[in-house]
């Protein structure tokens, strides 16, 4: 499954309509699954042409060892498990074992692998403003389980954050925020929980 954002026609060019009616294919029939693809391809080459090109550092959090790093620039790795940002951090070129939460103003949450799965989210806002989270790739891509939300607003009352170009996968949601800007995000390969199996005993007929 994919999902990929529209892009309008630039100022001052047009685009001729097609005169040819167009073909319509049936659910599941190989054209449809063809086209599935093809959009599929299209999500990814929308991305990928989008986002930031630059190279992650490969330093790791939490530390494993050098030249690894526990804090930075705002920001500090907690012994519970997570990556805490407040006000004016910068977590930029990190690859984290762990969820980052994002709780203050002016947060710039950016070109981090977030490797993290189960029931949590990859980026969390805490009542957060004005953050922007981008070019950052959310999930483990066939891992199990799979990574319950992306990107969450946490309490649902952070406001003016912007989130952009973001590679999000296995998860059951890819955001899930009240407001703000979310614009080209390659959103792909959702993730379910595995079905449970009742213990229960089997129903026993009542007696004639």
Known sequence: MSAVRSSSTPTGQTTKASSKAPTTAAPG???DLC???????LAESVWL???DQHRRSGRHVPAAGPPDVTSGPGWAWDS?????????????????SGPINVGGSNITVSNNKVLVSGENWGIGLQHSTNAIVSDNEIGILGGSPRLMVGIKDIYGDSSGFQILRNNIQNTQTGVQVEEGLIADNYIHDMGYAP??????????????
């Open 49 to 51: 042409s989008g986002r």
């Open 195 to 208: 079905a449970t199996t009742s213990t229960a005993p089997p129903p026993t007929a009542a007696p004639p």
């Open 35 to 41: 086209r599935h693809d093809q959009l599929r391809e």
């Open 80 to 96: 519970r498990g997570w990556l805490q940002a407040s006000s004016g951090a910068v977590v930029k070129n990190l690859i984290v």
């Open 29 to 31: 029939s190989r054209l």
